[in-house]
């Protein structure tokens, strides 16, 4: 019973998310309050991010963790998500230099790194049992497929999408808008916050796979070491038969 109330809330606040997003996108905002929204929303995420740091380290117990980390990515949801949706649906407005790069190029990097998101997704769906952000928190440890090559590949993969639909828009504003204000945010919520919580949940198996695999960029994964061979006991020796021990 306990589960299912703890389900039915996670899946009411994603429904709020979505609402806040949904109206965001409606709303015919002034040149101005559009700005403050792709600009200010961004820059909120490093104080909602450095407190929810605070209050994790306040309570570090699992169970408080994960309901913590739950509201935080739902606020970092939000405020991402609204940023976003201004930025993709009014960027024809905005002026600057155009990126001399064909549209077609642009449109295939951002069908590429899509599709890698998407299958970042899959991997944490199938290995870690979790979803993005607030949606489902992940129940095991994802470290292998893409996650023995980086620790963060959906986080990779969506910000090179960001940077693709950039170069596909040809907006020169686009792309240093995504390269200096929003990477920065993300990975700042990445190593403030996402990462000192998947400590307190998963304990020394996170540490561990954090030393040897890197926060973004690739790294091909380091061979596991193999277990020796076992050699025979001496109690398996004692149980060999008269007969066997003829046959040696």
Same mark, same amino acid.
């Given at each position: *019973?306990? @589960?299912?109330?703890?389900?039915?809330?996670?899946?009411?606040?994603?429904?709020?998310?979505?609402?806040?997003? *949904?109206?965001? /996108?409606?709303?015919? &905002?002034? $040149?101005?309050?559009?700005?403050?929204?792709?600009?200010?929303? %961004?820059?909120?995420?490093?104080?909602?991010?450095?407190?929810?740091?605070?209050?994790?380290?306040?309570?570090?117990?699992?169970?408080?963790? $994960?309901? /913590?980390?739950?509201?935080?990515?739902?606020? !970092? *949801?939000?405020? &991402?998500?609204?940023?976003?949706?201004?930025?993709?649906?009014?960027?024809?407005?905005? =002026?600057?230099?155009?990126?001399?790069?064909?549209?077609?190029?642009? /449109?295939?990097?951002?069908?590429?790194?899509?599709?890698?998101?998407? !299958?970042?997704? /899959?991997?944490?769906?199938?290995?870690? +049992?979790?979803?993005?952000?607030?949606?489902?928190?992940?129940? #095991?440890?994802?470290?292998?497929?893409?996650?023995?090559?980086?620790?963060?590949?959906? %986080?990779?993969?969506?910000?090179?999408?960001?940077?693709? %639909?950039?170069?596909?828009?040809?907006?020169?504003?686009?792309?240093? +808008?995504?390269?200096?204000?929003?990477?920065?945010?993300?990975? &700042?919520?990445?190593?403030? &916050?996402? $990462?000192?919580?998947?400590?307190?949940?998963?304990?020394?198996?996170?540490?561990?796979?954090?030393? =040897?695999?890197?926060?973004?960029?690739? #790294?091909?994964?380091?061979?596991?070491? #193999? @277990?020796?061979?076992?050699?025979?006991?001496?109690?398996?020796?004692?149980?060999?038969?008269?007969?066997?021990?003829? @046959? @040696?």
């Amino acid at each position: *019973m306990r @589960k299912a109330i703890e389900t039915l809330l996670r899946v009411a606040l994603f429904a709020c998310v979505f609402i806040v997003w *949904m109206w965001v /996108l409606r709303q015919p &905002f002034s $040149e101005t309050v559009n700005l403050a929204v792709i600009v200010g929303a %961004v820059v909120l995420v490093f104080p909602v991010v450095w407190l929810g740091s605070l209050l994790l380290d306040r309570d570090p117990r699992p169970a408080s963790a $994960e309901w /913590l980390t739950t509201l935080i990515h739902a606020l !970092v *949801m939000i405020l &991402f998500g609204s940023a976003v949706i201004r930025a993709v649906t009014t960027h024809q407005d905005w =002026r600057g230099w155009l990126i001399p790069i064909p549209v077609e190029i642009g /449109l295939l990097l951002a069908i590429l790194t899509g599709a890698a998101a998407f !299958v970042a997704v /899959l991997n944490l769906a199938v290995r870690g +049992w979790g979803a993005p952000f607030a949606i489902a928190l992940s129940r #095991r440890l994802a470290i292998d497929w893409l996650y023995a090559w980086t620790r963060n590949p959906m %986080v990779l993969a969506s910000l090179a999408f960001l940077l693709a %639909v950039g170069i596909w828009f040809r907006s020169t504003l686009f792309v240093i +808008w995504a390269a200096f204000l929003v990477i920065p945010a993300l990975l &700042f919520f990445v190593k403030v &916050f996402e $990462e000192r919580e998947l400590e307190i949940r998963f304990g020394a198996g996170y540490r561990e796979y954090k030393a =040897r695999t890197p926060m973004l960029f690739p #790294r091909r994964p380091a061979p596991q070491p #193999r @277990k020796p061979a076992r050699s025979p006991s001496r109690s398996s020796a004692r149980k060999r038969t008269p007969r066997q021990r003829a @046959k @040696k």
